[in-house]
């Protein structure tokens, strides 16, 4: 009965349809019945003469022509649905994508919202030397919020903690990132969380589209790794593009030293997502102000800072020489390589560097020297804080490369 009973309700509806076109057959002449579409078109073929040229006209449509081009290749089109994809994580600022987000998992990994310039972003911020603000960090877990005690792992840039688990579920930290994590969370060295690693979260939408555009003219390919040529290469064009005038042979030779600092396992290539924070880090040493660089630093980072430039103040006047504040930057605010990390030294690490350290070589001695030696100016808290903001934000990301180096 319930067979049958559709099968009548059917030719209800097509009968209903039929008187539908006719009275208003001059309007929907062109236009195959919503209803007929629905039901089966084998059902009213009678009722409907149009509907099959349309669909014919559709398949003409979809023929190429003697002038069209050649139809594109299926590897042709999975490649350019991937650099899609890829171009869409970028503008997100997702960064690289995990191969474990390719799987199903309980958790949703978090939304970015890229952050937008205030009024006052230029304006100076006064910072106490001498009031450490201490930042507590928070109870509960940032994924699951549930509070664990010792299970919880902190970000050492901000207050955010994580289950190991939590952060394995969401699928932005792989298995070798995940042991990293345990290691050094709670150590001198720290670690930064998801948040605070991808320093091109800082950019604003504006930033990141210019940036963007910038990569696609010089056909930059997401999420590949880039030789020294390539990096050179893509210098000249930005060079071009900003300043109307070629790279000089000085500035050749800092961007492959650059190069190297990007490179610190000697693989002859540098990774993805150590180009994109260096240029994102680029795009804020260019564009931004001092000032508002130094409203992007955590209390964490803030407490760091006061940490280094007290050490160096030996006479406790509130006064360090340039070169000193340059040696700062190039021994706190600069990354290490994993051969070193046993000698928890980084930027958490309070006190300069020991000339037996692995991570001192004689080069940085002798720069060093050269430094204090012929920079004798005499620096503030708020100078030093203001001209080391760039360096303290470098130092987030957890990759071992130095994502922004002192120039040559």
Same mark, same amino acid.
């Given at each position: *009965?319930?067979?049958?009973?559709?099968?009548?309700?059917?030719?209800?509806?097509?009968?209903?349809?039929?008187?539908?076109?006719?009275?208003?057959?001059? +309007?929907?002449?062109?236009?195959?019945?919503?209803?007929?579409?629905?039901?089966?078109?084998?059902?009213?073929?009678?009722?409907?003469?149009?509907?099959?040229?349309?669909?014919?006209?559709?398949?003409?449509?979809?023929?190429?022509?003697?002038?069209?081009?050649?139809?594109?290749?299926?590897?042709?089109?999975?490649?350019?649905?991937?650099?899609?994809?890829?171009?869409?994580?970028?503008?997100?600022?997702? +960064?690289?994508?995990?191969?474990?987000?390719?799987?199903?998992?309980?958790?949703?990994?978090?939304?970015?919202?890229?952050?937008?310039?205030?009024?006052?972003?230029?304006?100076?911020?006064?910072?106490?030397?001498?009031?450490?603000?201490?930042?507590?960090?928070?109870? *509960?877990?940032?994924?699951?919020?549930?509070?664990?005690?010792?299970?919880?792992?902190?970000?050492?840039?901000?207050?955010?903690?994580?289950?190991?688990?939590?952060?394995?579920?969401?699928?932005?930290? /792989?298995?070798?990132?995940?042991?990293?994590?345990?290691?050094?969370?709670?150590?001198?060295?720290?670690?930064?969380?998801?948040?605070?690693?991808?320093?091109?979260?800082?950019?604003?939408?504006?930033?990141?589209?210019?940036?963007?555009?910038?990569?696609?003219?010089?056909?930059?390919?997401?999420?590949?790794?880039?030789?020294?040529?390539?990096?050179?290469?893509?210098?000249?064009?930005?060079?071009?593009?900003?300043?109307?005038?070629?790279?000089?042979?000085?500035?050749?030779?800092?961007?492959?030293?650059?190069?190297?600092?990007?490179?610190?396992?000697?693989?002859?290539?540098?990774?993805?997502?150590?180009?994109?924070?260096?240029?994102?880090?680029?795009?804020?040493?260019?564009?931004?102000?001092?000032?508002?660089?130094?409203?992007?630093?955590?209390?964490?980072?803030?407490?760091?800072?006061?940490?280094?430039?007290?050490?160096?103040?030996?006479?406790?006047?509130?006064?360090?020489?340039?070169?000193?504040?340059?040696?700062?930057?190039?021994?706190?605010?600069?990354?290490?390589?994993?051969?070193?990390?046993?000698?928890?030294?980084?930027?958490?690490?309070?006190?300069?560097?020991?000339?037996?350290?692995?991570?001192?070589?004689?080069?940085?001695?002798?720069?060093?020297?050269?430094?204090?030696?012929?920079?004798?100016?005499?620096?503030?808290?708020?100078?030093?804080?203001?001209?080391?903001?760039?360096?303290?934000?470098?130092? /987030?990301?957890?990759?071992?490369? *130095?994502?922004?180096?002192?120039?040559?």
């Amino acid at each position: *009965m319930g067979v049958l009973m559709s099968k009548k309700q059917q030719v209800e509806k097509v009968q209903k349809c039929s008187v539908v076109v006719s009275a208003f057959r001059e +309007g929907l002449k062109n236009q195959p019945s919503s209803v007929q579409a629905h039901n089966g078109a084998e059902n009213v073929g009678d009722d409907a003469p149009e509907q099959p040229e349309a669909e014919d006209h559709k398949e003409e449509e979809g023929k190429p022509g003697p002038s069209s081009a050649q139809p594109v290749s299926a590897p042709s089109r999975e490649e350019n649905k991937a650099n899609q994809e890829a171009w869409g994580r970028l503008r997100d600022g997702k +960064g690289v994508e995990p191969e474990d987000l390719k799987k199903a998992h309980q958790l949703t990994p978090p939304a970015f919202v890229r952050p937008k310039r205030q009024p006052n972003d230029d304006q100076p911020v006064q910072i106490e030397l001498d009031q450490r603000e201490q930042p507590v960090n928070d109870e *509960m877990c940032e994924v699951c919020e549930v509070w664990t005690a010792d299970d919880l792992f902190p970000c050492r840039t901000c207050t955010r903690v994580f289950h190991d688990g939590c952060l394995r579920e969401i699928g932005y930290l /792989r298995a070798d990132a995940l042991q990293e994590m345990r290691e050094t969370a709670h150590t001198t060295t720290g670690w930064s969380c998801y948040y605070c690693d991808n320093v091109n979260l800082l950019l604003t939408e504006e930033e990141m589209y210019s940036l963007m555009e910038t990569f696609k003219q010089c056909k930059i390919i997401p999420e590949s790794c880039l030789v020294s040529d390539e990096l050179l290469q893509y210098r000249h064009f930005v060079s071009k593009q900003l300043f109307e005038k070629d790279l000089t042979d000085e500035q050749e030779e800092e961007i492959l030293a650059q190069f190297a600092a990007l490179d610190p396992e000697k693989k002859g290539q540098i990774e993805w997502s150590d180009f994109l924070y260096h240029e994102s880090l680029s795009v804020l040493q260019k564009f931004r102000t001092e000032n508002s660089l130094v409203r992007l630093l955590t209390a964490k980072e803030r407490d760091r800072a006061r940490a280094v430039f007290q050490s160096m103040d030996q006479d406790k006047d509130g006064i360090i020489t340039g070169g000193e504040s340059r040696r700062a930057q190039s021994s706190w605010f600069h990354k290490i390589s994993k051969e070193s990390q046993s000698c928890n030294v980084s930027i958490s690490h309070v006190g300069p560097i020991s000339e037996s350290s692995p991570a001192s070589s004689s080069s940085d001695k002798s720069r060093d020297k050269a430094m204090e030696k012929y920079d004798s100016r005499p620096v503030t808290w708020d100078t030093f804080l203001r001209e080391s903001a760039i360096y303290i934000l470098a130092a /987030r990301p957890n990759s071992a490369a *130095m994502h922004i180096r002192l120039p040559l």
